[in-house]
């Protein structure tokens, strides 16, 4: 079982930057992927960004340019950092592990989220 910890939200002015930490715990041996999903108040939860073990990303095509997500493997730690932030961007962030195809690993795990408020 993997648990998962964000942390880094707040309040912020549009045009500033906040950066989102999401510590991995328990059997992170059997963490491929990592991301982050947002869930802004009347909308469907969406995926942020995702990074591969082996460091490969992508994103959303609303924060391409802006948000960066990076990994510490030693750590096992996500890290999102968010520039440029936007009205738009208040949300919910959550964390998320995906689990390998590995006899003795679990599937996809979630973090608690993370509020994230950008005033105008």
């Known amino acids: 079982q993997v648990q998962l910890v964000e942390s880094g939200g707040g309040l912020v002015q549009a045009g500033g930057s906040l950066r989102l930490s999401c510590a991995a715990s328990?059997?992170?041996?059997?963490?491929?992927?990592m991301g982050w999903y947002r869930q802004a108040p009347g909308k469907e939860r969406e995926l942020v960004a995702v990074?591969?073990?082996?460091?490969?990303?992508n994103y959303a095509d609303s924060v391409k340019g802006r948000f960066t997500i990076s990994r510490d493997n030693a750590k096992n730690t996500v890290y999102l950092q968010m520039n440029n932030l936007k009205p738009e961007d208040t949300a919910v962030y959550y964390c998320?592990?995906?689990?390998?195809?590995?006899?003795?690993?679990?599937?996809?795990?979630w973090g608690q989220g993370t509020q994230v408020t950008v005033s105008s």
């Open positions: 990074i591969a073990s082996g460091g490969s990303t």
């Open positions: 328990g059997d992170t041996i059997c963490i491929s992927a």
């Open positions: 998320n592990a995906e689990g390998k195809i590995v006899v003795g690993c679990l599937g996809r795990s």
